[in-house]
């Protein structure tokens, strides 16, 4: 495995060797021998090699700390500062950059544990309105390069490039490294690439030489490299289940290689099967367009705890506004309404519920929502609250006539008048009641 965009030495890649594929991420030159440290048209050290470069089409793309970046690019001040996207000492991380990465701080982290870590950081209040359009826009790149276009989340996603070499007259490579050089130019962000055979693995090599990677994995490697790596590697290996492993004298991927699927069914139940699978680098999952998406949410950290239901159910409303309008953009709509709370000791509570069918008003969000809320507030003081939408349909399936509910198609009428004064006029320029 030889993928990274750093440079080749003759520590790295001897010279004397000889690597079949690669790619300059300069010049964007490629072919089918490499016997130098440097690319042979331009002389660039950054150049990506691998037996099977040319043979390969799955891909994941990952924006290196989207948000941090975005804010970085936005403000060349911070450019070589530690700098964390999040709420303030009562927040979480939600973002942070690699310089910021050096004194241990990480997403998901409490603010407050983060800038004990790292005193000097600079705290930027998030943008998910900018963030969002950044994201949009390099998706739409991604989907000019192949329709095989599958979001993971605002950042990232697989891409599957198989017979697109006529197209764009060169091999899935070259094309990436294309489109990375593009998205820098567009957007001033790097992004790391990972490619191989399956989903799997492309997005497990987009992880290990950020940022700015180009990170390869063939086929013939595949069981070879996998062998070294931790069990965390692994899709769907957790914290949790990492140290039932780790408990069972399991820490790398080759100790799963020697057990059969049996062997990991029984001791695991279906995440044995997948384990026996993902050991050996085999994933025959599609990329699917569309289907990136699982959730959409909106949340907010109190400057000081909550615990009575008015001031709670004040706040459920605007975010419940906020995923309506999210799911609305994207033309979209979700069965399955999801609370969540933290009480002042961390503690966090999620609550769910599936609805009889998918929508997009924040009416409905809010109803359902509500109900839940009700059940948990119990006089307990509440550092967060948030509210989100999963299991999602067409907007075409989304709130049908209800004939138990007569009032419901007035109600979405309303909604609707509303969103058309706000685009009009501005969000300011009308609410409704429960906003008061």
Not at 59 to 83: G, M, Q, T
Not at 129 to 143: F, H, L, P, S, V
Not at 288 to 313: M, N, Q, Y
Not at 405 to 418: G, L, N, Y
Request: aromatic residues 6%; contains cysteine; hydrophobic residues 35%.
């Amino acid at each position: 495995m030889n993928g990274s965009q750093r440079p080749i030495d003759d520590a790295g890649a001897p010279r004397h060797s000889l690597l079949m594929g690669y790619l300059c991420r300069i010049c964007l030159a490629e072919g089918a021998e490499f016997r130098s440290a440097a690319c042979p048209a331009c002389g660039s050290a950054c150049v990506v090699s691998n037996p099977e470069l040319h043979q390969l089409s799955i891909a994941h793309i990952d924006c290196d700390s989207f948000y941090a970046s975005v804010e970085k690019r936005d403000n060349p001040a911070l450019r070589d500062k530690p700098v964390l996207v999040g709420g303030q000492k009562r927040g979480v991380v939600m973002a942070a950059c690699y310089v910021a990465r050096q004194y241990g701080v990480h997403s998901a982290m409490p603010m407050f544990k983060a800038l004990r870590a790292c005193p000097d950081a600079v705290v930027v209040k998030p943008d998910m309105a900018k963030y969002g359009r950044i994201g949009r826009d390099i998706r739409e790149m991604m989907r000019n390069v192949t329709p095989l276009v599958e979001p993971i989340s605002i950042d990232e996603a697989f891409l599957d490039l198989t017979g697109t070499e006529r197209l764009h007259g060169g091999s899935p490579a070259r094309t990436l490294g294309r489109l990375s050089l593009d998205i820098a130019a567009e957007h001033g962000i790097t992004v790391s690439v990972g490619l191989s055979h399956n989903k799997f693995l492309a997005k497990l090599s987009s992880g290990l030489n950020k940022p700015h990677g180009f990170t390869v994995i063939g086929r013939q490697e595949t069981v070879s490299f996998l062998k070294t790596q931790p069990v965390s590697r692994i899709w769907g290996v957790g914290k949790v289940f990492q140290r039932r492993l780790e408990r069972d004298g399991i820490t790398q991927i080759g100790q799963l290689q020697h057990l059969t699927g049996e062997d990991l069914t029984r001791r695991y139940g279906e995440i044995g099967g997948r384990l026996a699978r993902l050991s050996h680098g085999r994933d025959d999952r599609k990329v699917v367009p569309g289907s990136g998406r699982k959730s959409l949410s909106s949340e907010t950290t109190f400057a000081d705890d909550i615990s009575d239901i008015a001031g709670l159910s004040r706040i459920l409303w605007r975010q419940a506004e906020k995923v309506s309008g999210g799911v609305k953009k994207e033309g979209i709509g979700g069965r399955t309404v999801t609370l969540k709370l933290k009480t002042s000791r961390f503690a966090t509570r999620t609550r769910s519920r599936t609805l009889p069918h998918p929508t997009q008003l924040a009416d409905a969000i809010y109803t359902a929502a509500a109900a839940l809320l009700a059940k948990e507030a119990d006089g307990t003081p509440f550092r967060l609250l948030g509210v989100g939408l999963s299991d999602f349909a067409p907007q075409s399936d989304c709130d049908p006539i209800d004939l138990a509910d007569p009032d419901s198609q007035r109600r979405k009428k309303v909604e609707s008048a509303v969103d058309d004064l706000r685009a009009r006029f501005g969000r300011d320029a009308i609410g409704k009641g429960r906003m008061l």
